[in-house]
């Protein structure tokens, strides 16, 4: 059987790692998203901090023996450390001033923390393993899964719904919705204003780690792992409405599926199908799809 | 006071000149060497700094060895793989630094953009990084030098050996740029000449991370050999993701460009098995071995082909200065087309007219991770591809310099 031409198993499993790559997509651009709703700060070191995560993951393998479910848990958290220090020291100074000062900011942050990286470890990137318990694969019929690949899709979807529930839904996340809002009244109902926000920019930044970790078995840890990445992690975003939590999770996973069939029928235009969707979304809908307008 | 001061620097320069005098054409009385690289991107581990040290070692063993009357002196810049940085930092060497050979220049569109340069200014272009062959043929000029390998001679090594062996059916994942296109039409070429047959290709942006859907529609043609045109961390992701997707071992993989520097990143495990064309392997004899063990003392890396030619090439050169008596970019060449070219990268070595090197080149296979018992052991080299086999012959050439 085929469909437009292609096969349709062909179809079906480019629909398949679209929605793996989109699960990618979602996790990240669901950080950026949290860190611009909240924060108004455009993240650009989130390529670079996902970079990171991927790194230590390596590291701590490679150099202590730590395994990959440990590294799960652990990249993000020192990842997510170090954005607290960058917080805390820098980009708390630039919150009154224009988006542009901390887009340069982290911008020149990501150049420096590519560089150390480079320096240290070289261009080509270092070979992750998978873990033995997600080794081998399944025969779906139409392609052979990669157990790994499908566990990354059930991580990321879990950390993304997981993550939207929490600020949607609890308290905290009321809290932290209500601190972006009107700072000096939540402050006066005796709630610290300043730790929320440290709070959220580390957890932006420790999904950019997590995101990494998951990546390691998949593609070369190498420096500019990120640096490739993060421009179509910031179409998404403005696809999806800047600081729009939802947003960034549908729209991350749907490019993904978009980016994957623009792969089987016309594959020279895939690293550009993204852009083509987003300069189409802002001229009709200029605040995103799930974006309110200002 | 006045006069004996002019008179006594007036004696000095006399003395200078008569102390100088065998080598009265060479500017300044230095040859200064420009490593024109790619410091810091995608080239930096199989170029970079390892070509500015390949440059300072050849320096020094000259030096030490010739005791030339003269200096020689090196400079370097990150070209930024950009074509327009490279010729302007050229140019600036050329015109106000003295500079009389810019080298190394790895990825190609930085070669193209320098080479007309050092054409415009008569200077010397030593090319021991790029890959593509219009280099020595359409844009061919006497001023430059190709040296250690082009994608003509890659095809010719592993799409022709593979394709002997009985990997009939080829299908090719293509970098979407000039370098992959022209790789995939050289092994095209190669596979139809050996009986083989290309049952589809697809494209994919460069540079990419992902190649799972390509590879999926790799998988889906059935072909037996899958060709990569394509280079670094492209082939690299592409390895792994093919082991990850079950492709190989059911379908065999063919690595069109790889460095030793690719095969260090991507591990023995996921590269096992291949087959790839060098142009210099550290592991290959004795003085290929001692010459690698000092760079790897410096580098803490093995060398690749591109920072071996690059010594071999530097070196090359400066003999020919000081068998010429003169930096003149003419003269130069001529000494160094007439004179072959013997040490640890290349046996009986040689420039042609449109300014390729030949010499041998190798088709070794990736080792088993139990088969490689010290680190950086990685090839069993299969076959010596002689060099006039492994290189396009002068009959063929495009070259306006070679005289048909």
Redesign the interface.
């Known amino acids: 059987m085929e469909i437009f031409g292609v096969p349709s198993a062909l179809f079906g499993s480019q629909l398949l790692i679209g929605l793996i790559n989109g699960s990618f997509y979602a996790i990240l651009s669901l950080g950026l998203a949290i860190i611009f709703g909240l924060l108004n700060i455009i993240n650009f070191a989130h390529g670079a901090q996902y970079m990171m995560g991927a790194f230590v993951a390596w590291i701590a393998l490679t150099k202590f023996g730590i395994n990959y479910w440990v590294a799960l848990l652990l990249s993000p958290i020192l990842i997510g450390a170090l954005g607290v220090v960058l917080e805390r020291t820098m980009l708390r100074k630039l919150y009154k001033l224009d988006h542009l000062y901390g887009l340069l900011l982290t911008f020149g942050l990501a150049l420096i923390f590519e560089g150390v990286f480079r320096d240290q470890y070289g261009i080509s990137g270092q070979a992750y393993e998978v873990p033995d318990a997600l080794k081998g694969g399944v025969n779906l019929g139409f392609m052979f899964m990669p157990i790994y690949r499908g566990w990354v899709v059930v991580a990321a979807l879990a950390v993304c719904f997981g993550t939207w529930f929490m600020i949607e839904k609890t308290k905290l996340g009321a809290y932290l919705r209500a601190g972006t809002e009107n700072p000096q009244i939540v402050q006066a109902l005796g709630i610290n204003v300043p730790l929320l926000i440290t709070f959220t920019y580390g957890y932006g930044v420790a999904l950019a780690a997590f995101a990494g970790v998951l990546a390691a078995p998949i593609y070369q840890v190498s420096p500019q792992m990120g640096a490739n990445l993060i421009i179509v992690v910031f179409a998404v975003v403005v696809i999806g409405g800047m600081g729009s939590i939802m947003g960034s999770i549908v729209t991350g996973l749907g490019l993904g599926l978009i980016e994957g069939l623009t792969r089987v029928f016309y594959p020279e235009a895939s690293a550009v199908v993204v852009f083509f969707i987003m300069v189409i979304v802002l001229l009709v809908r200029p605040a995103g799809l799930f974006g309110k307008a200002a | 006071m006045h006069t004996k001061k002019l008179l006594s620097a007036a004696c000095t320069a006399a003395l200078a000149l008569l102390a100088t005098g065998a080598q009265a054409q060479i500017s300044g009385n230095t040859v200064k060497i420009g490593v024109l690289t790619d410091m810091?991107?995608?080239?930096?581990?199989?170029a970079g700094p390892g070509a500015v040290l390949a440059t300072q070692m050849a320096i020094e063993d000259f030096i030490a060895k010739e005791k030339p009357a003269f200096k020689v002196e090196m400079v370097s810049a990150d070209h930024q793989n950009k074509a327009d940085i490279a010729s302007n930092k050229a140019r600036e060497w050329f015109e106000r630094e003295g500079v009389d050979t810019a080298t190394e220049l790895v990825t190609t569109s930085t070669a193209l953009a320098v080479m007309k340069v050092a054409k415009e200014m008569n200077r010397v272009a030593l090319m021991s990084g790029p890959a593509s062959t219009p280099i020595t043929n359409e844009q061919c000029n006497d001023v430059t030098v190709h040296y250690t390998y082009d994608t003509y001679a890659l095809a010719n090594g592993t799409a022709k050996a593979v394709t002997q062996q009985g990997g009939k059916n080829w299908f090719f994942l293509t970098a979407?740029y000039a370098f992959g296109q022209s790789l995939e039409k050289d092994s095209s070429a190669v596979v139809v000449a050996n009986g083989g047959k290309v049952v589809g290709s697809?494209?994919?942006?460069f540079?990419?991370?992902?190649f799972?859907?390509?590879l999926?529609?790799a998988q889906?043609s059935n072909a037996q050999i899958i060709g990569l045109a394509n280079a670094?961390?492209d082939t690299?992701?592409a390895i792994?993701?093919a082991a990850?997707?079950?492709i190989t071992p059911k379908q065999q993989l063919a690595g069109l460009l790889m460095f030793i520097?690719?095969v260090?990143?991507?591990?023995l495990?996921?590269a096992q098995g291949m087959y790839l064309t060098t142009g210099f392997y550290w592991d290959l004899n004795d003085e290929t071995r001692a010459w690698s063990k000092r760079f790897f003392d410096k580098q803490r890396?093995m060398p690749t082909m591109v920072q071996a030619g690059q010594y071999s090439s530097v070196l090359h050169y400066l003999k020919a200065v000081k068998a010429a008596g003169s930096d003149e970019a003419p003269k130069v060449m001529a000494q160094m087309k007439k004179t072959p070219i013997n040490d640890f990268f290349a046996k009986n070595g040689q420039i042609r007219e449109d300014g390729r090197m030949i010499h041998d080149m190798y088709l070794v296979q990736v080792k088993k991770p139990d088969e490689s018992k010290y680190p950086w052991d990685y090839y069993h080299v299969k076959q010596v591809i002689p060099a006039a086999e492994a290189f396009q012959p002068l009959a063929l050439s495009r070259c306006p310099l070679v005289k048909k």
């Open positions: 810091s991107g995608t080239y930096s581990d199989l979407d697809v494209r994919h942006p540079p990419a991370s992902d799972s859907s390509f999926l529609q889906a670094g961390a690299t992701n792994k993701q990850e997707f079950g520097s690719d260090h990143s991507l591990g495990k996921n890396r």
